[in-house]
């Protein structure tokens, strides 16, 4: 069976391996980005984009030159090229499986997408899935956003009789390890204002997103023969662990959802002498953030009086909520629901419980709120994505392009 051209760009995208990694001085992270970003400016230029450029810093920009003399605002559409670091990204092998039966579905020894797991799967009973083999993540999140904007852009270019304003695309790196808008030149881009194709399911709306900040503890120890520790001994490791426990277990990634925001613990590592621990923290309001520093900051105190200057607490701020910045263009929320109704597909809002490069981008001028990329269990090897919810988001955005240039 052939594939339609939104999915074999998507199949093509996805066994490029593009793995972002934190903490890292240069930007992209990873010169695996780098394959990918000149690619899509090779693509981009053949179908008939111009202005197609590759910054230093692996942003690939083009455009779609206007096809009428009316004022119309620029539209701009974003997605990211670098796959999560929480599983590995390469080599991605990708296989469909045709008109899912709603069972469990096996990828390799010992890993599946079972229902009773991933409730979501019921949604796609009778829908052609894209799925791993179960030793990598897939990378829908977000090469099929990519892929869906660049298939609209053949499309718009194609058909000379329709009647828009200029379209920008970018495509961005690093987005994964929080720094995809760092270096985002927002005036060479020239948009008025941008989706970001980067959520979950079809129908997905969201301009609400976490506030979010990054914590490193530093716990310095005492190493001393254990016979003789009496008194003496500080245990990095153990004053860590009493650190975790000081904050709300009931607020952690796994005990929340909606609204409430979190703790995370991502990683631990040391020995008596010497500990670090790294945190997410997550809330949508920024009195609440707020109170999670204080409360870090507290606990460090305590740990400190009862054992000794032992325990340092850095705090990072990572991006803020840009429902502030969205709300006064309200009318991008109401072009993308009708664009959905339009072609079928029921819009629904949700906040967005993580970050998208859109929420730094509407803080720099660029109101850019998200869109469903239609990727799910994203950052994990069980990643799927819909064929079918691929090919309708790419109906969707060429809606939007209609719409916005009424």
Same mark, same amino acid.
């Given at each position: 069976?052939?594939?339609? /051209?939104?999915?074999?760009?998507?199949?093509? *995208?996805?066994?490029?391996?593009?793995?972002?990694?934190?903490?890292?001085?240069? =930007?992209?992270?990873?010169?695996?980005?780098?394959?990918?970003?000149?690619?899509?400016?090779?693509?981009?230029?053949?179908?008939?984009?111009?202005?197609?450029?590759?910054?230093?810093?692996?942003?690939?920009?083009?455009?779609?030159?206007?096809?009428?003399?009316?004022?119309?605002?620029?539209?701009?559409?974003?997605?990211?090229?670098?796959?999560?670091?929480?599983?590995?990204?390469?080599?991605? /092998?990708?296989?469909?499986?045709?008109?899912?039966?709603?069972?469990?579905?096996?990828?390799?020894?010992? &890993?599946?997408?079972?229902?009773?797991?991933?409730?979501?799967?019921?949604? *796609?009973?009778?829908?052609?899935?894209? &799925? !791993? +083999?179960?030793?990598?993540?897939?990378?829908?999140?977000?090469?099929?956003?990519?892929?869906?904007?660049?298939?609209?852009?053949?499309?718009?270019?194609?058909?000379?009789?329709?009647?828009?304003?200029?379209?920008?695309?970018?495509?961005?790196?690093?987005?994964?390890?929080?720094?995809? %808008?760092?270096?985002?030149?927002?005036?060479?881009?020239?948009?008025?204002?941008?989706? @970001?194709?980067?959520?979950?399911?079809?129908?997905?709306?969201?301009?609400?997103?976490?506030?979010?900040?990054?914590? @490193?503890?530093?716990?310095?120890?005492?190493?001393?023969?254990?016979?003789?520790? /009496?008194?003496?001994?500080?245990?990095?490791? @153990?004053?860590? =662990?009493?650190?975790?426990?000081?904050?709300?277990?009931?607020?952690?990634?796994? @005990?929340?959802?909606?609204?409430?925001?979190?703790? *995370?613990? !991502?990683?631990?590592?040391?020995?008596?002498?010497?500990?670090?621990?790294?945190?997410?923290?997550? +809330?949508?309001?920024?009195?609440?953030?707020?109170?999670?520093?204080?409360? =870090? /900051?507290?606990?460090?105190?305590?740990?400190?009086?009862?054992?000794?200057?032992?325990?340092?607490?850095?705090?990072?701020?990572?991006?803020?909520?840009?429902?502030?910045?969205?709300?006064?263009?309200?009318?991008?929320?109401?072009?993308?629901?009708?664009?959905?109704?339009?072609?079928?597909? !029921?819009?629904?809002?949700? %906040?967005?419980?993580?970050?998208?490069?859109?929420?730094?981008?509407?803080?720099?001028?660029?109101?850019?709120?998200?869109?469903?990329?239609?990727?799910?269990? =994203?950052?994990?090897?069980?990643?799927?994505?819909?064929?079918?919810?691929?090919?309708?988001?790419?109906?969707?955005?060429?809606?939007?392009?209609?719409?916005?240039?009424?």
């Amino acid at each position: 069976m052939s594939e339609s /051209k939104v999915i074999e760009r998507f199949l093509r *995208y996805v066994q490029v391996g593009t793995t972002s990694k934190h903490d890292e001085e240069v =930007m992209p992270s990873t010169r695996c980005q780098w394959v990918l970003a000149r690619k899509l400016a090779a693509e981009m230029a053949e179908m008939g984009l111009v202005n197609v450029r590759v910054s230093q810093n692996c942003y690939v920009f083009g455009e779609i030159p206007a096809t009428t003399d009316k004022d119309l605002p620029v539209l701009g559409f974003v997605a990211h090229m670098d796959t999560a670091p929480d599983a590995p990204g390469e080599p991605v /092998k990708p296989r469909i499986v045709r008109s899912y039966d709603g069972e469990k579905i096996d990828l390799c020894e010992g &890993v599946s997408i079972d229902p009773a797991v991933t409730p979501s799967l019921k949604h *796609y009973v009778g829908q052609d899935l894209i &799925v !791993t +083999d179960g030793h990598t993540l897939l990378g829908a999140d977000d090469k099929a956003g990519i892929a869906e904007i660049l298939t609209m852009a053949e499309r718009v270019l194609a058909d000379t009789s329709r009647e828009h304003g200029k379209i920008v695309i970018g495509f961005t790196p690093d987005e994964e390890v929080g720094r995809g %808008p760092d270096l985002f030149d927002v005036k060479d881009f020239g948009a008025d204002f941008a989706y @970001t194709v980067d959520g979950g399911p079809l129908g997905e709306i969201e301009y609400e997103n976490f506030n979010a900040a990054s914590a @490193t503890v530093n716990v310095q120890g005492f190493l001393i023969h254990p016979g003789t520790a /009496k008194g003496t001994m500080k245990n990095a490791l @153990t004053i860590g =662990m009493e650190f975790d426990r000081m904050l709300p277990m009931s607020e952690r990634p796994e @005990t929340s959802e909606g609204y409430e925001g979190y703790y *995370y613990l !991502t990683a631990m590592e040391g020995s008596t002498d010497h500990a670090v621990m790294h945190y997410i923290l997550r +809330d949508f309001e920024q009195e609440g953030m707020d109170g999670r520093k204080a409360l =870090m /900051k507290s606990a460090a105190e305590f740990l400190n009086r009862r054992y000794g200057d032992c325990v340092e607490v850095v705090i990072r701020d990572s991006y803020r909520n840009m429902k502030e910045m969205i709300l006064p263009h309200f009318n991008l929320i109401e072009a993308a629901q009708e664009a959905y109704r339009a072609c079928g597909v !029921t819009p629904f809002i949700n %906040p967005c419980r993580g970050g998208t490069d859109g929420a730094t981008l509407s803080f720099m001028g660029l109101p850019c709120p998200n869109l469903s990329a239609c990727g799910e269990n =994203m950052h994990s090897v069980t990643e799927y994505v819909s064929v079918q919810a691929m090919e309708k988001m790419t109906d969707v955005l060429c809606e939007i392009v209609d719409r916005l240039a009424r």
